[in-house]
C-alpha cells in the first residue's frame, strides 16, 4: 500500500494550473492506494459543477454519519466548477487512473475559497466520516476546523483514512490539545480499527512536550518512525502561512502520517520538495509505503 498526504494550498497557490497538471503527471505515474488533502479549496462564486463531471470524476457525497453505514447524505456540499479535487480526479480520470473521491468545506478561505480537506481512494470508498475537531463553528471563521475520513477494504481489510489539518499548539482561542482531545473522542468507537491520521498538524517534529508528544503519548505511531527507509522527513522549507511571525525557519517537519497500530513500514519520504517531482505547495508532501 502506498498513502500520501499533502498542504495542497490549491487554489491560492501561484501558477495553479500548471501546478495542477504537474500533480496529476506524477500521480498518474506513482498511482498512491490513498491521497489525503488539506486545503482543498473551490472558488465560492464559482459555478456548481456539472453532474457528468462529478460522476466521470469518482465523486462520493459526504456528510456527518457513522463510518460503518453507506446510507446517503442527508444534506451535501455543494461541489463547485473549479473545486480542486474535482478538476484533480477528472485529470487523473482521463489519464487511466481512477479514483473516488469526496470532500468536505470547513470554512471560507483567503475571503474567496470554500475551503476543506479531500480524501482520494483507488478502491471504493464504503463509508464517509467529518466532524469538527475545533469548539469554534462559525464558518466565517479562519480558525475552525474539521477531519475527513473514508472506510475502505485493502488488501489488509478494512482500515479507515483521515485527512487532518490541525492549528497550533499556544493558540489562545483554538489550542492544538483540544482539537486532539476532540479528534480523540470522535474516534473512540473505531478503536479496534485499523486507523491513519495524515495531514500537516502545525506541530514541529524537533519540538518536544507539543502536539507530537501530545500524539505519541496517546498510543499513536509516527509512520515515519516505523519507516525501515526515510529521509529528513522535512515538509516546510521556510516561513508559510501561519508561521511568518516566527522569522526565518530553515526545515521543519510538520506533516505526519500516523496509524493507530504498530504496522512494518517500508519507507517513508518527501514528495514534491523539488527534487522528488516538481514543487506544487507552499507544503512538500509525504508518501510512505507499508
Same mark, same amino acid.
Request: net charge negative.
Given at each position: 500500500? !502506498?498513502?500520501?498526504?499533502?498542504?495542497?494550498?490549491?487554489?491560492?497557490?501561484?501558477?495553479?494550473?500548471? +501546478?495542477?497538471?504537474?500533480?496529476?503527471?506524477? @500521480?498518474?505515474?506513482? !498511482?498512491?492506494? %490513498?491521497?489525503?488533502?488539506?486545503?482543498?479549496?473551490?472558488?465560492?462564486?464559482?459555478?456548481?459543477?456539472?453532474?457528468?463531471?462529478?460522476?466521470?470524476?469518482?465523486?462520493?457525497?459526504?456528510?456527518? +454519519? $457513522?463510518?460503518?453505514?453507506?446510507?446517503?447524505?442527508?444534506?451535501?456540499? *455543494?461541489?463547485?466548477?473549479?473545486?480542486?479535487?474535482?478538476?484533480?480526479?477528472?485529470?487523473?480520470?482521463?489519464?487511466?487512473?481512477?479514483?473516488?473521491?469526496?470532500?468536505?468545506?470547513? +470554512?471560507?478561505?483567503?475571503?474567496?475559497?470554500?475551503?476543506?480537506?479531500?480524501? @482520494?481512494?483507488?478502491?471504493?470508498?464504503?463509508?464517509?466520516?467529518?466532524? =469538527?475537531?475545533?469548539?469554534?463553528?462559525?464558518?466565517?471563521? /479562519? !480558525?475552525?476546523? +474539521? %477531519?475527513?475520513?473514508?472506510?475502505?477494504?485493502?488488501? =489488509?481489510?478494512?482500515?479507515?483514512? =483521515? &485527512? *487532518?489539518?490541525?492549528?497550533?499548539?499556544?493558540? &489562545?482561542?483554538?489550542?492544538?490539545?483540544?482539537?486532539?482531545?476532540? %479528534?480523540?473522542?470522535?474516534?473512540?468507537?473505531?478503536?479496534?480499527?485499523?486507523? /491513519?491520521?495524515?495531514?500537516?498538524?502545525?506541530?514541529?517534529?524537533?519540538?518536544?512536550?507539543?502536539?507530537?508528544? @501530545?500524539?505519541?503519548?496517546?498510543?499513536?505511531?509516527?509512520?515515519? $518512525?516505523?519507516?525501515?527507509?526515510?529521509?529528513?522527513?522535512?515538509? *516546510?522549507?521556510?516561513?508559510?502561512?501561519? /508561521?511568518?511571525?516566527?522569522?526565518?525557519?530553515?526545515?521543519?517537519?510538520? $506533516? =505526519?502520517? /500516523?496509524?493507530?497500530?504498530?504496522?512494518?513500514?517500508?519507507?517513508?519520504?518527501?514528495?514534491?520538495?523539488?527534487?522528488?517531482?516538481?514543487?506544487?505547495?507552499?507544503?512538500?508532501? %509525504?508518501?510512505?509505503?507499508?
Amino acid at each position: 500500500m !502506498k498513502i500520501m498526504t499533502l498542504n495542497t494550498h490549491s487554489l491560492a497557490e501561484p501558477e495553479y494550473e500548471s +501546478k495542477l497538471a504537474a500533480f496529476a503527471g506524477s @500521480l498518474v505515474q506513482l !498511482k498512491p492506494d %490513498i491521497i489525503a488533502l488539506q486545503e482543498v479549496n473551490q472558488s465560492r462564486c464559482a459555478p456548481p459543477a456539472a453532474s457528468g463531471r462529478l460522476r466521470e470524476s469518482g465523486y462520493v457525497p459526504c456528510c456527518a +454519519k $457513522d463510518l460503518s453505514t453507506a446510507t446517503p447524505c442527508a444534506s451535501r456540499a *455543494v461541489i463547485r466548477a473549479d473545486n480542486h479535487a474535482l478538476n484533480l480526479a477528472l485529470l487523473l480520470a482521463r489519464s487511466g487512473v481512477s479514483y473516488q473521491w469526496t470532500w468536505t468545506p470547513a +470554512k471560507i478561505g483567503y475571503g474567496i475559497y470554500d475551503e476543506g480537506l479531500a480524501v @482520494l481512494s483507488r478502491s471504493p470508498i464504503l463509508g464517509t466520516s467529518q466532524f =469538527y475537531i475545533t469548539g469554534i463553528r462559525d464558518y466565517e471563521n /479562519w !480558525k475552525t476546523r +474539521k %477531519i475527513l475520513g473514508i472506510n475502505t477494504r485493502t488488501e =489488509y481489510g478494512n482500515e479507515y483514512f =483521515y &485527512s *487532518v489539518h490541525m492549528g497550533w499548539w499556544d493558540d &489562545s482561542e483554538e489550542p492544538f490539545e483540544g482539537q486532539w482531545n476532540r %479528534i480523540s473522542s470522535g474516534l473512540s468507537p473505531l478503536a479496534e480499527e485499523r486507523l /491513519w491520521l495524515m495531514g500537516d498538524f502545525n506541530s514541529p517534529a524537533h519540538i518536544t512536550g507539543q502536539g507530537r508528544d @501530545l500524539i505519541l503519548a496517546s498510543g499513536w505511531f509516527d509512520a515515519y $518512525d516505523l519507516a525501515a527507509s526515510r529521509d529528513s522527513g522535512v515538509t *516546510v522549507a521556510n516561513a508559510i502561512d501561519g /508561521w511568518r511571525e516566527q522569522g526565518e525557519i530553515p526545515g521543519m517537519r510538520i $506533516d =505526519y502520517i /500516523w496509524t493507530s497500530r504498530r504496522v512494518p513500514v517500508i519507507s517513508s519520504r518527501t514528495i514534491y520538495d523539488g527534487t522528488s517531482f516538481p514543487v506544487v505547495s507552499d507544503h512538500f508532501g %509525504i508518501i510512505t509505503e507499508y
